[in-house]
């Protein structure tokens, strides 16, 4: 039977919950537990997919195709544990579920309320998977405070009220300002945020307090005293150089011997912190430096890349070198010569993204790496600019584009060497689309087998022919083209298990030039980064002469 920590968060939303959340995960597992983590989001999206990664960052995909908060990526990220759909869940699919049972009259007539349906309706989500681990970290999105989370803090009282006693634990997260005109660390913000948690039934057992330095004894004294807890379970959750510092951090701060405490585990077992000694030490003390230019269209928020962002700093990791990631606007290439933009990086990567603003830039920032041989990974969308960049300058296909980005295609208005995917395989199931369909969870999601050329890069890359990647897109590259543009020079190296649906494709006479159909960036982490980005950015470190 599981513990449970139920993670909170106070006084002003982005503290850093879910990366403490990952980073207690991982000390749980130094210290030779098991452990799973979820995300509790109170917005009314069923799931973030349709939402602009403006408003929430990127989506994150799981194997079994849930698109989910990119937290999740943090929790894979610092604990290997795949997440899967039950471990994230939104109000909206909650008061979903709650309605169709409605619908079917499962409730028996009875007056659907918040409470029981709903907070029930949280826990059931809550209990699930509940026998297959040591520990079960819950993350309630959003602040204390915040209306559409009350449903959420309420099924977690109840939840640890029908526990048996030591079995849940409840972690705050909290802000200690520091206010430079009166040279005060201000300790109000965190007791109010408190406050307002006991209010609604909720008593803290430990609190995290980020700030941008150590917290005197004195104020973990007084928090301590006027937040009821004791006073090494009061934690600094300092400002950090990288995310990978954080359970060493944590560990020092004592975070996961006060969880151990808290449900009075002793003696408690020795972690075992090599793994990420090796990961810091890898940060800290790089030989080199490489510069990657990222051409996309949400470029203003980094959190829209999120995955990607750490996959690159993993390939560092791999090969000892700081990367250095320059996020550029592809709508500036259809205005202006991308080379002088370009022309001083070791490689260029373009990521996913969905619409057709900025892809005329893509497609240059495409044929600029190719022709200058300069490193290049098209992830999604990316890939796909890249095939369109080679049919229009390669295979002489002028008029080359996407039926994404124009659905008259029948028209005959361009060559569609991109389509709609209305059918496709998935497991022993056909799945079939339509163009007309609703848009969220309607894509080709999660994971799938795919097949590697004999000989190619990739194979090599992978040093495997059979690899299994996560998707998220609804268009594809058309296949009948393929024999026109391998004349030409782009091998397509990685296949559907039927040959149906190109997922890998690389330029031959090229120092590094790859294009995937799925993110890879999903499943690297630092202690294991993603083949194919520890070998872009070799690549990269080779073409800035660093070897």
């Known amino acids: 039977m599981a513990r449970f920590i ?42 973030p997919g349709t939402m602009s990664p403006f408003e929430h960052g990127e989506v ?32 909206g699919r909650i008061y979903s579920n709650v309605l169709e049972r409605e619908r079917r009259g499962d409730y028996l007539g009875k007056t659907i309320q918040v409470i029981p349906h709903v907070t029930n309706e949280i826990k059931d989500f809550i209990r699930i998977g509940e026998d297959e681990v040591d520990f079960m970290l ?27 006693h030591g079995q849940c634990l409840f972690m705050h997260l909290t802000l200690l300002p520091f206010i430079k005109a009166s040279g005060e660390l201000k300790t109000k913000p965190t007791q109010h945020s408190v406050k307002e948690l006991r209010s609604i039934g909720l008593a803290p057992d430990i609190l995290v307090c980020r700030s941008e330095g150590p917290i005197p004894l004195k104020e973990r004294e007084k928090l301590a005293l006027f937040c009821n807890v004791r006073p090494d379970a009061v934690i600094a959750a300092q400002d950090l150089a990288s995310i990978y510092e954080a359970p060493l ?24 912190l090599n793994r990420w000694e090796d990961v810091a030490d890898r940060i800290n003390n790089p030989e080199g430096e490489v510069r990657v230019a990222i051409v996309g269209k949400y470029t203003q928020l980094e959190d829209a890349y999120k995955s990607i962002a750490e996959a690159l700093t993993h390939g560092g990791m791999a090969n000892r070198v700081k990367v250095k990631a320059d996020w550029i606007d592809a709508e500036i290439f259809e205005r202006e010569d991308p080379a002088p933009y ?19 830039g893509k497609i240059k920032a495409a044929e600029f790496a190719r022709t200058r041989k300069v490193p290049y990974l098209g992830i999604c969308l990316g890939m796909q600019m890249a095939v369109i960049e080679a049919a229009r300058h390669l295979a002489d296909l002028g008029d080359a584009g996407s039926e994404e980005f124009d659905h008259e295609a029948g028209k005959k208005r361009f060559t569609p060497v991109v389509y709609h995917l209305k059918e496709w395989v998935q497991g022993n199931y056909k799945v079939t689309r339509s163009a007309d369909d609703d848009k969220g969870g309607t894509m080709r999601l999660g994971a ?40 030409q020079g782009l091998m397509f190296s990685g296949m559907s298990p039927d040959g149906r649906l190109p997922e890998i494709v690389e330029v031959k006479d090229h120092p590094w030039f790859i294009g995937v ?19 872009f950015i070799r690549a990269a470190k080779e073409n800035s002469r660093l070897v």
């Open 448 to 487: 799938y087998d795919a097949v590697l050329a004999e000989g190619s890069r990739v194979a090599e890359v992978y040093g495997s022919t059979a690899i299994e990647e996560r998707h998220r897109h609804r268009y594809e590259v058309d296949i009948k083209y393929r024999e026109a543009l391998e004349t």
């Open 342 to 360: 370009l022309e001083d990086f070791d490689a260029i990567l373009v990521p996913g993204g969905f619409g057709e603003r900025g892809t005329e």
């Open 6 to 47: 139920f993670i909170t968060g106070g006084v002003v939303s982005s503290l850093g919950k879910g990366l403490a959340s990952a980073a207690l995960g991982a000390l749980l597992q130094a210290r030779g537990y098991t452990v799973r983590l979820r995300k509790l989001d109170p917005y009314l999206n069923v799931d």
């Open 138 to 164: 819950c993350e309630i999105g959003g602040t204390v405070g915040d209306i559409e989370g009350l449903p959420f803090f309420e099924a977690i009282r109840q939840f640890a009220q029908e526990k048996p």
């Open 60 to 91: 994150f995909v799981t194997d079994d195709g849930a698109e989910t908060d990119l937290d999740l990526g943090h929790y894979e990220r610092f604990t290997g544990v795949a997440a899967r759909k039950t471990d994230s869940v939104s109000s």
């Open 249 to 272: 951090a944590y560990h020092r701060e004592g975070l996961d011997q006060a969880v151990l405490d808290a449900f009075a585990i002793s003696p408690a077992p020795r972690p075992d």
């Open 517 to 535: 159909q799925f993110h890879p960036e999903l499943k690297s982490k630092p202690f294991e980064p993603h083949p194919l980005f520890r070998d």
